[in-house]
């Protein structure tokens, strides 16, 4: 029966996983407001502007099971299309934080920017992950690289849009400048990134859906065997896979490897802005100031490219190795990454360190998935995926913490800035030393790369 039915081309829904996950991805353009939002509320202190950044995050993963229960019960594209109303609407409503005293205007933003918003992006991206994995049996690690891809993908369109819109500078990729943009500030940026999310999110959403009861790719048989590349004998309820010790050691290692990679996404543009102006004193003049940060949302954007590319690249390294091996690989050199960074002061070898953070990043992305379904089954991919992604939540709010908390400022360095009241004005820059965060997220990574190894995919498949 299945036969005579027409099945979609399984192509489609990949275009529309990267479609959504370019939108949900700006999430990590968050660098590039926090020195504008320091500006405005110059009574902020580092860890209070973390926190929406942080929040966002943990949300993020907390509401991708919620996502995944749901897009289980009522299908993807229902799913994915709410979570980009409500992300569109948590953006648009944080434009008016600028009216609120301080302390108002941080909790506005964290509900709106960081609980609504982290809503959105959590139920909306667990869709395109969930759905591409049942029509690509014969593909796992790929298509899910290919499914987040997007994801990683998008701050390297949106960082550059949303620096130029709140300092009126030119549109640039590779520091290179496209076209000019209006000076609208930080806040009503917020209200137009809304928009262009909303929409973009809700027309890929229309893409997904989910393969007929019993699909398998034309000419694919499912593998034989007990190793990890192999298709599992069970589908796991959440229940019984929690009970796996496989689970937790999964769990630890992929809290590791987030930890570094968005201490280092969430923070790249301030730890190059204290590198830069380190070296400066002051008053640094305005054309400077605005190289500075133009240099800083390059490396954002550049670190989005081996981010997204990550996902794919060992998304396919892991379908033709074994996947812990794979993860083995990749968590050796992130941690030696980490632990060498704040040696990397020259932005050649700055942009160096970075992009291998975001390289191996974003194969977390990609692997994580992949081994779940791997060892767990598909059936309740959705919201057995979305508690091992609490690891991404947990890791988002202790990288950019570390970060903040382990940060020692050594110096203030004014400078001259028009952002974001439209007059040029002195401002004190606190020049930090990142060097501890450092250190603790590569030390971390390194343990992971033993721990990954104790998983035993012959265990895990005896519930």
């Given at each position: 029966m299945m036969a005579e039915k027409k099945v979609m081309n399984r192509w489609w829904?990949?275009?529309?996983?990267?479609?959504?996950?370019?939108?949900?991805?700006?999430?990590?353009?968050?660098s590039v407001f926090q020195s504008p939002l320091l500006e405005f509320f110059p009574s902020w202190t580092e860890t209070q502007v973390t926190l929406p950044a942080q929040i966002?995050?943990?949300?993020?993963?907390?509401?991708v099971i919620l996502g995944g229960r749901f897009q289980d019960?009522?299908?993807p594209r229902v799913v994915a299309t709410a979570g980009g109303l409500i992300l569109g609407l948590g953006l648009i409503l944080a434009r008016f934080a600028y009216a609120f005293e301080p302390t108002g205007a941080l909790v506005w933003l964290i509900l709106t920017y960081a609980v609504l918003g982290g809503i959105g992006i959590g139920v909306a991206y667990v869709c395109p992950i969930a759905?591409?994995?049942?029509?690509?049996?014969?593909?796992?690690?790929?298509?899910?690289?290919?499914?987040?891809?997007?994801?990683?993908?998008?701050?390297?369109?949106?960082?550059?849009?949303?620096?130029g819109l709140v300092c009126g500078d030119a549109y640039s990729l590779f520091n290179v400048a496209l076209f000019n943009l209006p000076q609208i500030g930080v806040f009503n940026t917020f209200m137009v990134l809304g928009v262009i999310f909303l929409a973009i999110v809700v027309a890929g959403a229309q893409l997904m859906r989910n393969p007929p009861e019993g699909y398998k790719p034309e000419g694919w048989n499912p593998p034989v065997g007990t190793t990890a590349a192999s298709a599992p004998k069970v589908d796991f309820t959440p229940g019984e896979m929690l009970r796996t010790p496989a689970f937790w050691l999964l769990w630890v290692t992929f809290f590791a490897g987030c930890t570094a990679g968005l201490q280092i996404i969430m923070k790249a543009s301030p730890i190059w802005q204290s590198f830069s102006f380190g070296e400066m004193t002051g008053p640094v003049p305005h054309a400077t100031y605005l190289s500075v940060t133009a240099v800083g949302?390059?490396?954002v954007s550049i670190?989005?490219?081996?981010?997204?590319?990550?996902?794919?690249?060992?998304?396919?390294?892991?379908?033709?190795?074994?996947?812990?091996?794979?993860?083995?690989?990749?968590?050796?050199?992130c941690g030696a990454a980490m632990l060498t960074l704040d040696f990397m002061r020259v932005f050649p070898l700055y942009l160096l360190g970075v992009s291998i953070v975001g390289l191996c990043f974003g194969g977390f992305l990609s692997v994580y998935p992949a081994?779940?379904?791997?060892?767990?089954?598909?059936?309740?991919?959705?919201?057995?995926?979305?508690?091992?992604?609490?690891?991404?939540?947990?890791?988002?709010?202790?990288?950019?913490?570390?970060?903040?908390?382990?940060?020692?400022?050594?110096?203030h360095v004014p400078y001259l800035t028009t952002c974001p009241r439209g007059t040029i004005q002195e401002v004190q820059f606190a020049v930090g030393n990142y060097s501890m965060a450092f250190w603790v997220a590569g030390a971390a990574c390194l343990v992971a790369a033993v721990l990954i190894m104790q998983v035993k995919p012959d265990k895990i498949q005896q519930k």
């Open positions: 829904v990949v275009a529309g996983a990267l479609v959504i996950q370019v939108s949900l991805g700006a999430v990590y353009i968050w966002v995050l943990a949300f993020f993963a907390l509401s019960r009522l299908g759905t591409c994995v049942k029509w690509f049996p014969d593909k796992r690690g790929m298509v899910t690289g290919l499914a987040v891809a997007g994801f990683g993908a998008g701050a390297f369109f949106f960082a550059p849009l949303a620096r949302a390059t490396a670190l989005a490219i081996f981010n997204s590319a990550g996902r794919i690249i060992w998304g396919k390294v892991s379908d033709m190795l074994d996947r812990r091996v794979t993860l083995l690989i990749m968590f050796l050199i081994l779940t379904a791997d060892f767990f089954g598909t059936k309740h991919m959705g919201v057995n995926y979305g508690l091992m992604f609490t690891a991404f939540g947990a890791g988002g709010i202790m990288g950019p913490y570390l970060a903040a908390a382990l940060m020692r400022i050594v110096d």
